[in-house]
């Protein structure tokens, strides 16, 4: 019965997989865009300026703002990680029958996942607000929307696993034997 319960519940933790995930990612692209711009990019231009050869044709701002360019092109592909996210979370929800009395349980991981999305939204907006990163916040303009937004967005992705789940109602289970 145990490994039963386990089984049709898992669909329902993946909710706090996304929230970390989409999170985990969010802030680290922030911290990471803020530390090459603030600190790498300068003692980097400086070095290789210096290590290279008068006559190479070589342009070092070129190349470093490019690489800026790099981590900056993150921000327009996050909403692909939000879809990756949410297909995962979906084909592994459709893997999986469950009865509609696991609902309740299922709104009760509901309210806390939303809880946590809340906590996640606030600290990511009081990270973003500090003079540190400012700069960086304002051109990650789209993932600030995400993360602005992520209650709203994990109530999207349950209802969508709900469906997916409570829809189809599971399999009727004969008494008896194990």
Known sequence: MELRLNK???DMVSLFFAIAVIFGVAIFLLILYTTYNDNIKDKLNDALTSSTPV???????AMLDSAGGGIKMFN?????????????VLVSALMVRSHPAFLFIGIIVLGVALILAAIYSNVYEAI???DTFADT????NIIGLF?????VIILVL????????????GKGYSGGGI
Not at 55 to 61: I, L, M, Q, S, W
Not at 80 to 88: A, E, N
């Open 55 to 61: 006559d190479a044709n070589a342009n070092v701002t």
């Open 147 to 151: 993360l602005d937004n992520l209650p």
């Open 8 to 10: 049709k519940f898992t």
């Open 158 to 169: 349950f209802i969508a696993i709900a469906l997916i789940l409570y829809a189809y109602p």
């Open 128 to 130: 973003a607000e500090k």
């Open 76 to 88: 327009t592909l996050f909403p692909f990680l939000l879809i990756g996210v949410f297909g995962f």
């Open 137 to 140: 916040d304002t051109e990650f």
